[in-house]
């Protein structure tokens, strides 16, 4: 049979996105189209490497050829990726930075830091290019989950202006204000020191070129969270709750925060941590020490999506305070529930670029 490119891309014009719900051809996802003799190929551009259904994508391009152009071509299908943004372009802070994923809870004690940690290296994992903040100004743990305690971001100069260079790790850009504290000793700051010790992290750094940008919010509704909504165009927030009530009432106000009017920054969806005990002998079973899918109800009462659930089990707990995120264990099961967190979170990303206006940095009058 005698191909052409055209032909090729028609019969790839009937291949949707799930999520997009537009076909690929439309969303500018199809590249590099070649043939010769019986073989095609060509490039898939995804919006995120962390997507959840590239394999699927993948089968129905495959599929698409062989049913509408050549059942015997030889197809071969690149899966490569394009971190989608709709950041403002004019915006000054971050400029390099495509996505901000704020993680956030309603009250302390949920996990959030260590969701946040192991949210950033398991997309880092995936091939993006991430970096984390710790703007828990009152109690950063990220130097501990990191295994840098004792180190010391470096400087360099740019443009005539000296900014702190991230510390990397792990393939993660990582700043903390606990590395520039005394991490023996409480920090007992107002808010607005607090808040222009955060501002520093995010304008006097070199961040350069990111894909996703991982925010340890504090837990709570306060001072660091206005700061950030108010400087930073925010892609959106995971909300992280455990599943017994106390957390979700918590979890309720932390949505109903950033869904305010006057804020009004995406929730992107919700994490339930310790959703279950699973003992180190006893690897098949289940406890639900703090109550069953209070998480997923939740999730369903707001209309948001469940981005993940996370067992308590006591491999994070060991790898945070090894310095070592449980997400970088490929042989450990719950490496792979952070897998799947960081794939719809990203997924959720893409989504929210696609079907939402840009985000703009809030504009709080009182």
Not at 22 to 50: C, E, H, P, R, W
Not at 74 to 81: K, L, R
Not at 234 to 253: F, H, M, N, S, Y
Request: charged content about 20%.
């Amino acid at each position: 049979m005698q191909y052409s490119k055209e032909l090729i891309i028609n019969a790839l014009r009937t291949v949707m996105d799930p999520d997009l719900g537009k076909d690929l051809v439309t969303l500018n996802m199809i590249d590099d189209v070649n043939f010769q003799g019986n073989k095609i190929s060509f490039k898939v551009v995804l919006t995120t490497s962390a997507c959840p259904l590239k394999n699927r994508i993948k089968q129905d391009c495959i599929d698409a050829i062989h049913t509408l152009l050549d059942p015997a071509a030889v197809v071969e299908v690149e899966m490569t990726s394009r971190t989608n943004t709709n950041r403002p372009v004019n915006q000054q802070l971050l400029k390099g930075v495509k996505n901000i994923i704020a993680v956030a809870s309603g009250k302390g004690g949920v996990g959030k830091s260590t969701i946040a940690a192991n949210l950033a290296v398991a997309l880092g994992r995936t091939g993006a290019k991430v970096g984390l903040i710790d703007a828990d100004i009152y109690g950063p743990s990220v130097p501990l989950m990191f295994d840098e305690v004792n180190t010391k971001p470096g400087a360099i100069e740019k443009d005539g202006k000296m900014l702190i260079t991230p510390i990397e790790k792990y393939g993660i850009k990582i700043l903390s204000i606990g590395f520039f504290v005394d991490p023996e000793k409480a920090l007992v700051w107002r808010g607005p020191m607090a808040s222009n010790a955060l501002t520093q992290l995010f304008t006097e750094a070199d961040w350069g070129e990111l894909d996703y940008l991982v925010l340890d919010m504090p837990p709570g509704t306060g001072d660091i969270h206005l700061t950030i909504v108010q400087q930073l165009s925010v892609t959106g927030v995971a909300i992280v709750t455990t599943p017994q009530e106390v957390a979700l009432a918590d979890a309720r106000k932390a949505i109903g925060m950033f869904s305010q009017e006057n804020i009004n920054v995406p929730i992107l969806g919700l994490v339930e941590n310790m959703s279950w005990f699973t003992p180190k002998e006893l690897p098949n079973n289940k406890y639900f020490i703090f109550g069953e899918e209070g998480g997923k109800k939740l999730a369903a009462e707001f209309n948001i999506p469940l981005l993940g659930q996370i067992p308590l089990v006591q491999g994070i707990r060991e790898s945070g305070d090894d310095g070592r995120p449980i997400a970088m264990n490929d042989n450990s099961p719950v490496a792979d529930a952070f897998r799947k967190l960081a794939e719809n979170t990203a997924q959720q990303v893409s989504i929210r670029n696609h079907t939402m206006a840009p985000t703009v940095p809030v504009n709080l009058t009182h």
